[in-house]
């Protein structure tokens, strides 16, 4: 029996290491390897030997900071200023409406803060961090991420596709996608099938309202009265930060940062593949009903009223 599991999770894990690797390809979308995830998970063909949380936690840093390199200072800086009263409002926007739908739903206060925190700034990343600081229990922060993670894969193939739609320029399109996206890593996927600009602009905004994970997690622990000390910090924005000045003070290195800067964008979407591996039909129907519709809610609210605003503000 012990020989026919070995073998099972030996084949498993080759087929799994191959289908990953397809993703590295150009001709893989990011939309296709979440979907590629997703099916091998739903059909038990994932290994469970494999820690998809700490693998696709690592890889996605990793791939942030290499995107650094491809980012112009300048840029970085007038995107982010330009669009800060944005960046701050919606943050500001959603955890109040979050708070006052968590009350009007009689829903867990720590599960719908653990959403709120996730919608306002970013997704996962926000959700791993507020945790701790809030005294969250595992099951709490299990079905916020599994909220989470349901809407990124849909904000996936929805969002581009409402861009041309709408006929949306790049450069609006990044800026939206980072407001109204959850997690980066599916900013980063939507954006990068729009195009090369929004991309950029994407991935800056969301960087850039990733910082207010630290002031928020702060407020979080006093309101809920958890431990400041157990705050989780994410160290990657300050490495991506680094990797923007290199490339801005040793432009000689031009040639290896658009290297690092393509086989990121590639590693990302090998990201969206580990995460659709996580996903799964049974923890869909885990998060049940009040935390999806509290999900749904407050994505609809910043992704409308982010988008009238980008369109006629």
């Not at 150009?26 to 820690?51: E, H, M, R």
């Not at 006052?100 to 961090?129: P, Q, Y």
């Not at 599916?186 to 905004?205: N, R």
Request: net charge positive; hydrophobic share 55%.
């Amino acid at each position: 029996m012990n020989l026919f599991t070995d073998k099972t999770q030996r084949n498993h894990l080759l087929l799994f290491v191959v289908i990953g690797a397809l993703c590295l390809l150009p001709q893989v979308s990011s939309p296709i390897a979440l979907v590629l995830g997703f099916t091998l998970a739903s059909l038990g063909l994932v290994p469970t030997n494999i820690d998809l949380g700490t693998l696709t936690k690592k890889l996605l840093s990793y791939s942030i900071i290499g995107l650094g390199f491809g980012i112009h200072l300048q840029t970085a800086i007038t995107v982010s200023l330009d669009n800060l009263p944005l960046i701050l409002g919606s943050i500001i926007f959603t955890l109040v409406l979050g708070f006052v739908l968590t009350k009007a739903l009689k829903f867990d206060a720590k599960t719908g803060h653990l959403i709120s925190a996730g919608t306002a700034i970013c997704g996962g990343s926000a959700i791993a961090a507020v945790s701790p600081a809030i005294n969250a229990k595992s099951e709490q922060t299990a079905i916020a991420l599994a909220t989470i993670f349901i809407l990124n894969s849909i904000a996936l193939f929805l969002f581009p596709a409402l861009g041309h739609l709408l006929s949306m320029s790049q450069y609006d399109f990044g800026v939206w996608s980072a407001i109204a996206i959850h997690d980066t890593s599916s900013v980063v996927g939507a954006a990068s099938a729009y195009g090369e600009e929004a991309l950029v602009t994407a991935t800056t905004i969301k960087l850039a309202r990733a910082l207010w994970i630290i002031p928020i997690a702060l407020i979080s622990a006093i309101i809920f009265g958890g431990d400041k000390k157990r705050i989780t910090i994410p160290y990657f924005i300050g490495f991506y930060c680094l990797a923007i000045a290199i490339a801005h003070f040793l432009p000689q290195g031009q040639a290896a940062y658009e290297v690092i800067f393509d086989l990121s964008k590639r590693a990302l979407v090998l990201c969206l593949f580990l995460i659709g591996a996580g996903i799964t039909v049974k923890k869909m129907r885990a998060a049940g009903i009040k935390p999806l519709a509290l999900g749904v809610m407050l994505w609809l609210a910043i992704g409308i009223s982010s988008l009238l605003y980008i369109l006629y503000l």
